[in-house]
């Protein structure tokens, strides 16, 4: 069964078709110079504010299609997955593939839903940009944007794909922009210009997977790989922060669309049940003692030298409780290890930013202690 098959049978291609209907009305007015032309458009727009929520469609892939999900077991070691929920600061714009459309400005959809969508390659472009714009200042990040991202288009030659996956995030809320340019003598407005648009406050969730094997050629050994996938996490860190709350994606990013707020939108499924607002999962796992635990031992000796019970009776009663984080810690990173993971729930870009940074330093440690391995 194709997806073109699916399209054209699934409830959303009626809302479709009525769209395709009042858009053939409206230019067969303009054509004939009715003066209704611009009302039948003042009706879309209206209705367009007034269904601002979209319905979500029950289909059994749906909840797959929003939130994508990956089992790191089957993939190679350093492997990373990252997936947060977002909300929007400033409305999104984005530009249709469509030609017939009722204004000149419609928002891209996905031709399943017809929910307002990111498709992956616009996300792989606005992370472009936005890397582009930190190789200005950080010079050792270009050879890093070609191994996240691959070969820009223009380039013919040794062609290679990037470590990065993308995935389309959709929105259940639409609106209208309204632009309207200015006479440069008069100083008033006379050509409105509308745009469809998601408005601020609307939420979607945004998926990333790093493979670490695409360019594999390039460096043949372990310790080399390892060295590249800590400057790929760190180069992350910075750009995924940068891509959403400053640069963001879309267009007219520079009057302030497209960006996210800094801190993920949770979603609350049930009456006081929160889903993780944001997770990362990499399949590694560290050597680096716990922090709590280092702390410890430097201050009061081997974890290890005393019983728990010889430890009670040896410290006052709060850093007894120290000497209990330390051991849930110590025992959480042996759970790590067992599964061969590490994971992370972040609620902030700056939460995000931290977590890659302190697993990128976890792998330029393995790099002095061994020469790694790969599945």
């Known amino acids: 069964m194709s997806y073109e098959f699916l399209v054209n049978i699934l409830p959303s291609a009626e809302a479709e078709a009525d769209n395709s209907k009042q858009t053939a009305r409206y230019y067969a007015s303009k054509i004939e110079e009715r003066k209704d032309a611009e009302s039948i458009r003042e009706e879309w727009a209206r209705h367009r504010l007034e269904q601002r929520r979209l319905d979500v469609p029950e289909w059994s892939f749906w909840p797959w299609m929003v939130a994508p999900t990956v089992d790191l077991t089957v993939l190679p070691d350093y492997t990373l997955f990252i997936q947060f929920r977002f909300r929007l600061?400033?409305?999104?714009?984005?530009?249709?593939?469509?030609?017939?459309?009722?204004?000149?400005?419609?928002?891209?959809?996905?031709?399943?839903?017809?929910?307002?969508?990111?498709?992956?390659?616009?996300?792989?472009?606005?992370?472009?940009?936005?890397?582009?714009?930190?190789?200005?200042?950080?010079?050792?990040?270009?050879?890093?944007?070609q191994r996240l991202l691959g070969n820009e288009k223009e380039e013919q030659k040794e062609f290679v794909a990037g470590r990065l996956q993308f995935f389309p995030s959709f929105f259940t809320e639409q609106g209208v922009e309204i632009i309207n340019p200015h006479d440069r003598e008069r100083k008033v407005g006379k050509n409105p210009i509308l745009m469809e648009s998601v408005p601020a406050g609307a939420a979607s969730v945004f998926s990333l997977l790093y493979f670490p094997l695409v360019q594999w050629k390039h460096h043949r050994d372990d310790e080399t790989l390892l060295v590249t996938v800590a400057e790929d996490w760190e180069v992350l860190a910075k750009a995924l922060p940068l891509l959403f709350c400053t640069y963001g994606f879309g267009a007219k990013t520079s009057s302030g669309h497209g960006i996210a707020h800094e801190k993920f939108a949770a979603e609350k499924v049930k009456k006081h049940d929160r889903q993780p607002a944001g997770r990362i999962v990499a399949k590694f796992a560290p050597i680096r003692k716990p922090l709590v635990a280092s702390q410890f031992e430097e201050e009061f000796g081997s974890l290890d030298e005393w019983t728990a019970v010889e430890w009670q009776e040896l410290l006052e009663p709060p850093d007894f409780a120290r000497y209990q984080t330390a051991i849930a810690a110590q025992e959480y990173q042996g759970r790590i290890k067992a599964a061969g993971q590490v994971e992370s729930e972040p609620e902030t870009f700056a939460d995000l930013q931290l977590t890659l940074r302190d697993w990128a330093a976890e792998i330029r440690l393995l790099t002095t202690t061994k020469g790694g391995h790969h599945a």
Do not use: H, M
């Open 89 to 145: 600061s400033g409305a999104y714009l984005s530009k249709d593939e469509r030609a017939f459309y009722i204004i000149d400005n419609p928002l891209r959809r996905d031709k399943l839903s017809q929910l307002p969508c990111v498709a992956p390659t616009a996300w792989k472009g606005s992370l472009r940009a936005a890397l582009d714009k930190l190789a200005a200042d950080d010079a050792g990040a270009r050879p890093v944007i």
